[in-house]
């Protein structure tokens, strides 16, 4: 019983030193002393997407990076050097190629800017935005149709030409496959249709591709008429037939509507024409 109240004695005097010694030490002693109490996990740093890191060391407290709304100048410099800059696009403008061709035509950009206004939708108001080689692509394509048809008017062959362009594109096709289809099927004439019901520049089957036209954004029949648009169901075609059967030969097949050898001779010739134009 004595033994038991001397440790408790003893216990007492050990505590009552110990917060002598700590009221006497100097400031950051106790801090320091139960240091090993701190949260197991801290912030490190801000990630660049704005999201939090963590550490679940606790010792990485002194190397995080302090979260701030507005830091200043100076601490942004520091920690990624030079300040980032906005660098402007250069503005969109027409390619020495579109602007010579137009001048051999007699025609300015200013054709461009008129015939874009009466067709809200055309790939035209978008040509600015071209690069460098679709807008000489463009030209060439120009080149080509008014050399092969010259019936075919100014504003026609450049809207075409343009359509041919963009959806070859979009659609993932060359864009000489489809322009030697439009002209082995129309010669180009958008206003063209067929006793058994194809129309357009690419010579389409309404009746049979309607409802994968209209899904599309191609409303109606009317739309085959469209140069533009005739285009883009042409292409679109084409992209599915290519994709579905794996070549060009097969795919030209599918969208002839049976196997033609002379078909293939005509497409295949038009599009070595069409590459030479657009290497020129």
């Known amino acids: 019983m004595k033994l038991g109240r001397t440790w408790q004695a003893a216990g007492l005097f050990?505590?009552?030193?110990?917060?002598?010694?700590?009221?006497?030490?100097?400031?950051?002693?106790?801090?320091?002393?139960?240091?090993?109490?701190?949260?197991?996990?801290?912030?490190?740093?801000?990630?660049?997407?704005?999201?939090?890191?963590?550490?679940?060391?606790?010792?990485?407290?002194?190397?995080?990076?302090?979260?701030?709304?507005?830091?200043?100048?100076?601490?942004?410099?520091?920690?990624?050097?030079?300040?980032?800059?906005?660098?402007?696009a250069a503005p969109a403008s027409y390619h020495q190629s579109i602007t010579e061709t137009l001048r051999l035509m007699g025609l300015t950009t200013r054709d461009l800017a008129l015939w874009g206004t009466k067709h809200p939708t055309s790939i035209l108001n978008r040509l600015k935005d071209f690069s460098i080689e679709d807008q000489r692509t463009v030209a060439a394509v120009v080149r080509y149709i008014r050399g092969t048809n010259p019936s075919v008017s100014h504003k026609t062959a450049w809207r075409t030409a343009a359509a041919l362009v963009y959806y070859s594109a979009k659609y993932g096709i060359p864009v000489h496959l489809s322009a030697a289809v439009a002209h082995t099927e129309s010669h180009f004439n958008p206003r063209a249709q067929s006793p058994k019901g194809a129309m357009g520049i690419m010579q389409v089957m309404w009746r049979v591709h309607n409802g994968l036209l209209q899904a599309h954004g191609i409303e109606s029949k009317t739309d085959m008429m469209d140069p533009e648009k005739g285009v883009a169901a042409g292409c679109l075609l084409l992209s599915r037939y290519v994709k579905a059967y794996g070549s060009v030969p097969k795919a030209l097949a599918r969208y002839y509507g049976g196997s033609s050898v002379a078909y293939f001779r005509k497409v295949n010739t038009k599009m070595a024409h069409i590459k030479t134009s657009m290497a020129q």
């Open 14 to 88: 050990c505590m009552a030193l110990i917060a002598a010694v700590i009221a006497l030490a100097p400031p950051g002693f106790a801090e320091d002393l139960l240091g090993s109490q701190k949260p197991g996990f801290v912030v490190s740093e801000a990630g660049k997407n704005g999201s939090l890191k963590t550490s679940s060391n606790a010792n990485e407290q002194e190397d995080s990076i302090p979260l701030n709304d507005n830091p200043a100048p100076e601490a942004h410099n520091a920690e990624q050097g030079a300040p980032m800059v906005t660098l402007e």
